[in-house]
T-cell receptor, first 116, second 114 residues
Framework: AQTVTQSQPEMSVQEAETVTLSCTYD???????LFWYKQPPSRQMILVIR??????QNATENRFSVNFQKAAKSFSLKISDSQLGDTAMYFC?????????????FGTGTLLAVQP | NAGVTQTPKFQVLKTGQSMTLQCAQD?????MSWYRQDPGMGLRLIHY???????DQGEVPNGYNVSRSTTEDFPLRLLSAAPSQTSVYFC?????????????FGEGSRLTVL
């Protein structure tokens, strides 16, 4: 069975600084997808970034980038130039490749507070 | 752009009451699913559907029923609510099962069972 672990329940960062959120996972699958979702106080789950395990290049979306270490089963999220609007709960999630269920396995989340 | 719409957004029930959480999507997605979110546990899959007329159980299906009579709608039914079902419920959809693109989420429904 797959598991996703986020070991940082809460983090804080000053506006305009950089912060890294950690995520590790466990799987015996060789091909899979990893995601970071953002959940602001509005509760809406918003996809931040997506990484395909067979791609060695780390995914990047504007100020958001990941450090994907497949051998170490690590998938951290780096947020550069943090903004007040980045304040949210961040979830790391795993999905098997070509899953018949499209089931996402979520971590327990990291609450990020961006301070002015 | 409505996307995934959930109703109601908030609901309070007494133990033993029944209710239905509604979910509708206007993106012609074949795949729809329900998750529940509990403090300290992330989101867990309750039921899912890969198309009209086809449903299956997820990780935590007990106490919930679903049906999928149309592509657009995927209601979640609680037949006899229990305090353990107090949670935030999310409906999510994607183009089709096996498609590992974006899963689109609704805004969630907060349910309290007294």
């Amino acid at each position: 069975a797959q598991t996703v672990t986020q070991s940082q329940p809460e983090m804080s960062v000053q506006e305009a600084e950089t912060v890294t959120l950690s995520c590790t996972y466990d799987t015996s699958e060789s091909n899979y997808y990893l995601f970071w979702y953002k959940q602001p106080p509005s509760r809406q789950m918003i996809l931040v970034i997506r990484q395909e395990a067979y791609k060695q290049q780390n995914a990047t979306e504007n100020r958001f980038s990941v450090n994907f270490q497949k051998a170490a089963k690590s998938f951290s999220l780096k947020i550069s130039d943090s903004q007040l609007g980045d304040t949210a709960m961040y979830f790391c999630a795993f999905m098997k490749h070509s899953s018949a269920t499209n089931k996402l396995i979520f971590g327990t989340g990291t609450l990020l507070a961006v301070q002015p | 752009n409505a996307g995934v719409t959930q109703t109601p957004k908030f609901q309070v029930l007494k133990t033993g009451q029944s209710m239905t959480l509604q979910c509708a999507q206007d993106m012609n997605h074949e795949y729809m699913s329900w998750y529940r979110q509990d403090p300290g546990m992330g989101l867990r899959l309750i039921h899912y559907s890969v198309g009209a007329g086809i449903t299956d159980q997820g990780e935590v299906p007990n106490g919930y029923n679903v049906s999928r009579s149309t592509t657009e709608d995927f209601p979640l039914r609680l037949l006899s609510a229990a305090p353990s079902q107090t949670s935030v419920y999310f409906c999510a959809s994607s183009y089709q099962a096996g498609f590992t693109g974006e899963l689109f989420f609704g805004e969630g429904s907060r349910l309290t069972v007294l």
